[in-house]
């Protein structure tokens, strides 16, 4: 009896809320209706005279329910109407929007940290968490377990956009993202720049356990977080077992769940909002108080046409790429044994090609350049080859070598098709296999800026 009486009491709660709801649009379309005629006398959008007025009959009200509980609806109110009024001032035709964002990590991760960090300063603000709007423009954000969860999310239509991290580690998920980036569909659309720090944390209920970093048996992080704390883990925590776990939400999630040992974990500083943890010292965990970390947004646009054919071969190779060199099994040096570059190639005033290679992330810089570059159709093979030899860009660089890409021309005129081909050292024994993909002047300036 009394929870059908609490249920008919909810459902006249909720038919007064959809009224107030209706209410609520009405009061934004006559918010609509001044800002159009304030247009119409060249008048501001804004009339803070009106609104100091409106505050003040609040103020004045004999009713205390309305002085005291209806004050701060009154507030919001205005606030909504103001935002609502400059959101249709910068767009005036009224649209609609939502894009979709994926990004890696759950929850408050780094990446989730950097991609609000670069939205807000393009203008936009929380509605909510995961969740900002701006004119008229709302994005919504989805945290992935993986890289692969995340291209899946993109290619399947449920985000419009992802944001990886991609240069603060060769180990890790920042391999998994460069292998994203060979891949010939997606578009490299912006980049973020942004500053990380981590923190060790504990579970609350080891506190009084864990007095010493020395009492620290385990400590979950992903590899990426680790290497960035390897000043941290050299001095206070040697001997502790160290267990992998794919993000920094993740390892506070593994560190409470284990109750078998002392456990810690690195992560930021939205920790300190989790109530099951605590950060132990204040001391900051990251080498050099911080780490420098670019973020990558890439799209999956409609695919590009085929280029027209080309008189001269040489001109297939204009352009810019994103290449990617693995040594051969065997070789010296095998550590690390793949390499990711952007590849400009450019024609000079008597028709020559000339190749400059550059590294991108924090230390962007133009590492090498061809000496020599030559085109030639193979006729046994019925492919277009284009051979070059390559030198160091510092005088004291000792790189030298020469390499080769063949194509069918097929392939040269499809900007969805990769370019193969081999690279020799000539004084460091290395050699090994070449991957071209080709970007835009935009993606090559965004990767090398």
Not at 109 to 115: D, F, G, K
Not at 231 to 254: C, H
Not at 262 to 281: K, S, T
């Amino acid at each position: 009896m009394d929870e059908d009486r609490f249920s008919e009491l909810y459902q006249e709660e909720d038919e007064i809320r959809d009224e107030m709801k209706a209410l609520f649009l009405r009061y934004l379309g006559v918010s609509k209706r001044i800002l159009q005629a304030k247009r119409e006398e060249g008048l501001p959008a804004l009339d803070q005279k009106r609104k100091r007025m409106l505050r003040q009959a609040i103020y004045e009200d004999a009713d205390i329910l309305i002085r005291k509980y209806f004050q701060p609806v009154n507030d919001a109110l205005m606030e909504a109407s103001d935002a609502f009024s400059l959101d249709l001032a910068n767009s005036p035709t009224i649209r609609e929007k939502t894009i979709r964002i994926a990004y890696f990590g759950t929850g408050p991760s780094n990446t989730y940290l950097s991609l609000t960090k670069m939205l807000q300063k393009k203008g936009y603000r929380f509605i909510q968490e995961y969740s900002l709007y701006k004119n008229q423009t709302e994005i919504e954000l989805f945290g992935t377990t993986s890289i692969h969860d995340l291209e899946h999310k993109l290619v399947t239509g449920e985000v419009d956009y992802a944001f990886v991290p991609y240069v603060n580690s060769n180990t890790g998920v920042v391999m998994d993202t460069y292998q994203l980036m060979r891949n010939v569909r997606f578009r490299f659309e912006d980049i973020f720049v942004d500053y990380i720090v981590l923190y060790l944390y504990i579970a609350r209920r080891n506190v009084d356990k864990i007095r010493d970093f020395h009492d620290i048996e385990t400590i979950y992080s992903n590899v990426p977080a680790l290497n960035q704390c390897s000043d941290f883990v050299n001095a206070y925590t040697p001997f502790a077992t160290y267990r992998k776990s794919s993000s920094t939400t993740q390892s506070i999630d593994a560190m409470l769940a284990d109750t078998t040992h002392l456990a810690a974990c690195f992560a930021n500083e939205r920790a300190d909002e989790n109530e099951a943890v605590v950060r132990f010292r204040e001391k900051t965990t990251s080498n050099n108080n911080g780490t420098y970390t670019k973020y990558l947004l890439i799209s999956l646009p409609r695919r590009n046409s085929l280029r027209k054919k080309q008189k001269d071969l040489r001109d297939y190779f204009l352009g810019h790429y994103l290449y990617t060199s693995e040594r051969k099994q065997g070789q010296a040096h095998s550590v690390d044994a793949k390499s990711y570059r952007a590849v400009e190639v450019v024609k000079d005033e008597k028709g020559e090609l000339h190749m400059s290679v550059f590294t991108f992330g924090n230390k962007t810089q133009k590492i090498s350049h061809s000496t020599k570059v030559e085109v030639h159709y193979d006729d046994t093979t019925r492919q277009v080859v284009l051979t070059y030899d390559y030198a160091g860009e510092s005088e004291k660089s000792t790189v030298r070598g020469h390499a080769y890409l063949q194509a069918k021309e097929s392939v040269l005129r499809n900007p969805n098709r990769r370019i193969h081909g081999e690279y020799f050292g000539d004084n460091n024994g290395k050699s090994g296999t070449l991957e071209y993909r080709r970007i835009s002047k935009k993606e090559f300036d965004l990767l090398t800026e």
